[in-house]
T-cell receptor, first 116, second 114 residues
């Protein structure tokens, strides 16, 4: 099993609250990702990072922000949560292979967020 | 438009039976195709990966096939077990850059009944 961790696993909060979803990996991978997944739907990339101090927006527009101060840590923050943010958030990481392409992405267990 | 389509959307089978899940993609240029297993409330875990030159790959009771000409893949599960109940996701990577862009299908929800 991959060494990538997410906390909390489940979170129920009220509208307007600020939240931070934690993600950490112990594999030394340089690239990390955040995905959003609704039930029965595909994963959508919302943020990714190539390494420390690198953050990029993904394909799906998101009001969340991310930071990458340490290689192993890639937290996601919502300044003011809304019911539309209710979803599952998955963190993943990967390393660059010999030919420069990124290898398999390893996923964390996910955080199920419910905003009331 | 790069897309990954999976069928069926859901499937129920009895324990011990075999089943085959389908994946069609339009991703180009193609790099590789992976099948992931996602248990309820967990993150996806890779089962198999195939590149352009490979047309079959096995992992225990899981066998994936790839036809790069027709852009189709299948995942065959043999002698199903209750623990096989999960969502199976087809993921295709392009080789347009070193970014390793991934395209996800919506998954097939497999339920194995005793």
């Amino acid at each position: 099993e991959a060494d990538i961790y997410q906390t909390p696993r489940y979170l129920v909060i009220g509208t307007g609250k600020k939240i931070t979803l934690e993600c950490s990996q112990t594999m030394g991978h340089d690239k990390m990702y955040w995905y959003q997944q609704d039930p029965g739907m595909e994963l959508h990339l919302i943020h990714y990072s190539y390494g420390v101090n690198s953050t990029e927006k993904g394909d799906l527009s998101s009001e969340s922000t991310v930071s990458r101060i340490r290689t192993e840590h890639f937290p996601l923050t919502l300044e003011s949560a809304r019911p539309s943010h209710t979803s599952q958030y998955l963190c993943a990481s990967s390393e660059r292979g010999d030919r420069g392409f990124y290898n398999e992405q390893f996923f964390g267990p996910g955080t199920r967020l419910t905003v009331l | 438009k790069n897309q990954v389509e999976q069928s069926p959307q859901s499937l129920i089978i009895l324990e011990g039976k075999n089943c085959t899940l389908q994946c069609n993609y339009t991703v180009s240029p193609f790099s590789n195709l992976r099948w992931y297993k996602q248990d309820t409330g967990r993150g996806p875990v890779s089962l198999t990966i195939m590149t352009f030159s490979e047309n079959t790959k096995s992992n225990g009771r899981y066998t994936a096939t790839l036809d790069a000409d027709t852009k189709q893949s299948s995942l065959h599960i043999t002698a199903s077990q209750l623990s096989d109940s999960a969502s199976y996701i087809c993921v295709v990577s392009d080789r347009g850059s070193t970014l390793g862009r991934l395209y996800f299908g919506r998954g097939t929800q497999l339920t194995v009944w005793p």
